[in-house]
């Protein structure tokens, strides 16, 4: 998510994949990705939790 605050621009959803990119500028667009990409911060592990899960897959290999 790109927000543009204070530069009276709107807000946009950007994404990298193996093919390219895309980048959404529509305002229901934005606020979809917003939702999902709000949901994947809340699953995700915390910044302490994934050093440990990669310290854990490191010692068993």
């Known amino acids: 998510m790109l927000s543009f ?3 009276g621009e709107p807000d ?3 994404a990298e994949h ?3 990119s895309v980048h959404v ?3 229901e667009h934005v ?8 949901h994947l911060r809340s699953v995700a592990l915390s910044p302490a939790e ?3 899960l ?5 010692t068993e290999m």
């Open 5 to 7: 605050d204070g530069l």
């Open 12 to 14: 946009m959803g950007y």
């Open 18 to 20: 193996p093919m390219g």
């Open 25 to 27: 500028e529509k305002e």
């Open 31 to 38: 606020a979809r990705a917003r939702l999902v990409f709000d």
């Open 50 to 52: 994934s050093v440990a």
């Open 54 to 58: 990669i310290e854990r897959v490191v």
